[in-house]
């Protein structure tokens, strides 16, 4: 159930990935057609990255013709980032919006020495989903605060309920081992809680 959870989750980050290239492209289109310069700008800085690759591949790093590459590229740049500024729009403009700037709508993120982990909007979509079939989306009406102890019985029937407290006094007794567990949650020498009872009860 795990795997297939993720595997639908990874498939819908998939789809977000490429709405997002394709809006870009969409804006990308439709800049360029109103505003040709742009286009001739990231014509060339295509052009100069490539051929800065070929250098670096032919002379090394080193090479003076790849520090006047890096220049032109820094200009160009510039003067993109200016034409933008002078539309009134923002410096990503011609970049994907993805939904999470982190992991851009991949799940994973990658770390200086390549190590692959999932990113936390990922385990928060986990947890959202564990979370809602955990039946406990509604921690917020059905908690301690909103406990009430009094639509229990304040009278003791040691023939029915086989205790010698009423059943309020026991309810109000698992209600402080409960909070007792939750205070101590995070002590590794503090003992789990099980519930039992009959199929149903709550």
């Not at 002379?59 to 009134?88: F, P, V, Y």
């Amino acid at each position: 159930m795990a795997n297939e959870v993720l595997n639908s989750l990874l498939k819908d980050y998939e789809k977000k990935k490429l709405q997002a290239e394709i809006d870009c492209e969409k804006r990308k289109e439709q800049l360029y057609k109103n505003v040709p310069k742009l286009g001739e700008i990231e014509d060339e800085l295509n052009n100069f990255a490539i051929n800065m690759t070929k250098n670096i591949l032919k002379n090394g790093d080193s090479s003076l013709e790849k520090n006047e590459l890096e220049k032109r590229i820094t200009n160009l740049k510039m003067e993109k980032a200016k034409i933008l500024s002078e539309l009134h729009l923002p410096s990503d403009y011609l970049k994907p919006h993805y939904e999470c700037k982190i992991c851009n709508d991949t799940g994973y993120i990658t770390d200086s020495n390549y190590k692959t982990t999932l990113c936390s909007c990922l385990k928060q979509k986990l947890f959202d989903y564990a979370f809602n079939k955990s039946n406990m989306s509604n921690l917020d009406k059905e908690n301690f605060s909103t406990f009430n102890a009094n639509v229990f019985s304040d009278e003791v029937d040691v023939a029915k309920y086989k205790y010698n407290i009423s059943p309020r006094r026991n309810i109000l007794n698992i209600k402080d081992k409960c909070l007792e567990f939750v205070e101590n949650f995070d002590n590794p020498n503090y003992k789990n809680l099980l519930f039992t009872g009959n199929v149903g009860l709550r």
